[in-house]
């Protein structure tokens, strides 16, 4: 394996993106690939992902105002999402929640680790003798690598090469557990809540089974020292901490002084938006009607029947109660093999159907199993009046740059603390389960939901949760996070940003 103390002398200068092929991590990192593309023509672009990811590399290429072209280099083996299903670490539907201790115990100590890192031991050495033979052929200045790509972070630690983080999270989540570092937006017996579940994720990192045996295969491969999460471990005594770039704004994310050298808060790291009315006429024509809610849980969230007439009980409700909005719902249904013909291979069920039947005019109420647009163009076009979301690091940073109020229904345990900042910044409101004291957990109701669509969308809270909304919109800083983060890199290597 080569070291990083050898440099070409001359350029053209290499540069290395690594991702996983999950929309957040890649997107992000197309974002980057495309400013090195259109302002740094003295640098190749090399990116390595999983296979899910050639279409949007190809498109990458396609979209390029420079003649050259970002070369991909294909990972191994099963991508994180890939890993997740065969290993059966599937996320929870839409409306569970965490309502007892157990359930939070089990999963910080079992479900959270695997689901960070899925990949089995000889899949984990696979992918990072892959990755570290593509560092020795490209010989990159500087290795851009998606914090939760483990794998890729290893080489670049075991290498000590170059390297820039890029995280998708609030900083907090990157940061070791300490009872002293208090945010300005929290309680004190909030941050102590939070240092408890700190704790105990490293207590489920070393402890879990499951990382157990990735580690094993790390030692029997020659890697010393932890496996890198950036949240849940961090560097070993004498390794130099790299520099983190993150998708958020300092106005809503604070971190403590000591930490800020590394941190970089570029803003909403996206690609170019393309205007919604000259990319889906037909769409912009109709979020122009009325106040859209969007209602978009992920990609990946699947519906099962019981959750899907529970939410379109909440929608069909609050439309009936609003007649000048309207609702872009993004509804994935799971597949069953229950022999049930309406819910059978992912099909609407029968009594959503129903439901969306007695919409009045029908066209209020629009459910896609995915979104025609991308989500930060629909949430920049300007006709978005409320945006429901599960936690999104990248929908939460979109819709305070947007001006939106937020409704955040929290899947995961890492989603509530954006459920909880809404409410802090006064932007939203944080749906949680039923259950004792406010993010008690436990299956969140369609009441519940309803109520919180109804008190953004009407009278004094709902307006003063707009204005605010708005207020913090013009605090933040204007240019785009892709254009920071170019920047930084630039700057780590000595070059500089052509026009």
Request: net charge positive.
């Amino acid at each position: 394996m080569p070291t990083s103390n050898r440099s070409p002398a001359t350029p053209p200068f290499n540069i290395l993106l690594v991702t996983n092929s999950e929309p957040d991590p890649a997107n992000q990192t197309l974002a980057i690939a495309h400013e090195f593309l259109a302002h740094s023509h003295n640098i190749r672009v090399h990116l390595a992902s999983f296979a899910e990811l050639a279409p949007s590399i190809k498109q990458l290429n396609h979209d390029r105002t420079t003649h050259h072209e970002a070369t991909f280099h294909r990972l191994p083996g099963p991508s994180k999402r890939e890993a997740s299903d065969k290993n059966g670490f599937v996320p929870q539907n839409a409306f569970h929640g965490h309502s007892r201790c157990a359930d939070t115990l089990r999963t910080y100590t079992q479900l959270l680790p695997q689901s960070r890192i899925p990949w089995t031991g000889p899949e984990y050495v696979t992918l990072y003798n892959h990755i570290g033979i593509l560092v020795a052929d490209i010989f990159p200045l500087v290795i851009v690598v998606d914090a939760t790509l483990a794998p890729g972070v290893d080489v670049c630690r075991t290498l000590k090469w170059r390297h820039v983080l890029v995280g998708s999270g609030l900083a907090h989540e990157y940061l070791p557990p300490s009872p002293g570092r208090v945010s300005v937006l929290r309680p004190r017996f909030l941050v102590l809540k939070n240092l408890i579940l700190g704790l105990l994720l490293r207590l489920g990192t070393t402890h879990s089974p499951h990382l157990q045996h990735i580690q094993t295969a790390r030692r029997a491969r020659g890697l010393t020292g932890p496996i890198p999460d950036p949240r849940a471990s961090h560097p070993q005594p004498g390794d130099e901490r790299p520099l983190l770039l993150l998708p958020t704004d300092r106005t809503y994310d604070p971190i403590p002084a000591p930490a800020s050298s590394r941190i970089i808060h570029c803003g909403p790291i996206t690609l170019p938006l393309r205007p919604i009315g000259k990319t889906h006429p037909d769409l912009a024509l109709w979020l122009r009607q009325r106040p859209t809610v969007l209602i978009t849980l992920g990609a990946e969230t699947r519906y099962p029947a019981r959750e899907q007439i529970a939410f379109a009980t909440a929608i069909t409700a609050v439309l009936a109660a609003q007649p000048l909005a309207q609702v872009l719902w993004l509804m994935k249904p799971e597949p069953t093999h229950s022999g049930v013909p309406s819910c059978a291979d992912g099909l609407m069920d029968a009594t959503v159907l129903r439901l969306k039947a007695q919409v009045s005019p029908r066209h209020r109420l629009r459910i896609y199993g995915r979104l025609p647009a991308e989500t930060t163009a629909l949430l920049a076009s300007g006709n978005v009046g409320c945006v429901v979301h599960r936690g999104e690091a990248r929908v939460f940073g979109e819709a305070v740059r947007a001006g939106i109020p937020q409704i955040v229904l929290p899947m995961d345990l890492a989603d509530y603390e954006y459920a909880q900042r809404v409410e802090d910044l006064g932007v939203g409101v944080g749906v949680g389960g039923r259950g004792r004291g406010k993010w008690a957990g436990g299956r969140v109701t369609a009441e519940q939901v309803e109520r919180a669509m109804l008190r953004v969308l009407d009278g004094e809270a709902g307006e003063n949760m707009r204005e605010r909304a708005e207020a913090l919109a013009v605090r933040l800083l204007r240019r785009d996070g892709r254009v920071v983060a170019h920047e930084r890199v630039l700057e780590m290597i000595g070059l500089r940003r052509m026009s």
